[in-house]
């Protein structure tokens, strides 16, 4: 059977803090909520983004809970305009995102830029023209 993802987990510091920045912020769909878990939806053709307490990410997991730094992890939203791009990164921004990298022109010919979660997790947000 072919692998395929059907949701991405991340764990967090602050439940509600993460909560109120992808359901109210940046208006994604909250499909399950429990205390320690929310999963949310991405859109359509997306897997679902479920949010848990790093602690209980990390027992679920069973592995420790420290760790810090860049993941090797950043999650990509393709969009059809550069507009669109300034569009998703002014509402993250005012979600409370970091800005992590300017939203530019690039070498290859597209426009991106990142921000970062509340957690640190980072988005690029990206057209390809």
Same mark, same amino acid.
């Given at each position: 059977? &072919? +692998?395929?993802? $059907? ?5 967090? @510091?602050?439940?509600?803090? !993460?909560?109120? #920045?992808?359901? %109210? ?9 429990? &205390?320690? /878990?929310?999963?949310? !939806? +991405? @859109?359509? *053709? ?17 592995? &420790?809970? %420290?760790? $810090? *730094? /860049?993941?090797?992890?950043? #999650?990509? =939203?393709?969009?059809? $305009?550069? %507009?669109?791009?300034? %569009?998703?990164?002014? $509402?993250?921004?005012?979600? *409370?995102? @970091? ?11 597209? =426009?991106?830029?990142? /921000? !970062?979660?509340?957690? *640190?997790? +980072?988005?690029?947000?990206?057209? &390809?023209?």
């Amino acid at each position: 059977m &072919p +692998l395929q993802m $059907s949701a991405v987990m991340i764990g967090v @510091g602050d439940l509600a803090t !993460s909560r109120k #920045f992808y359901a %109210e912020g940046l208006g994604c769909a909250i499909e399950k909520e429990f &205390p320690n /878990f929310v999963s949310v !939806s +991405l @859109g359509d *053709g997306s897997p679902q983004l479920a949010i848990y307490e790093r602690a209980a990410a990390a027992q679920d997991a069973g592995v &420790p809970a %420290e760790g $810090s *730094g /860049f993941t090797g992890i950043s #999650f990509h =939203y393709i969009v059809g $305009s550069r %507009e669109a791009v300034d %569009e998703v990164m002014d $509402s993250a921004i005012a979600a *409370g995102a @970091g800005v992590v990298r300017e939203a530019a022109a690039a070498r290859w010919g597209g =426009y991106f830029g990142y /921000f !970062s979660d509340p957690d *640190g997790y +980072l988005w690029k947000v990206a057209c &390809p023209s």
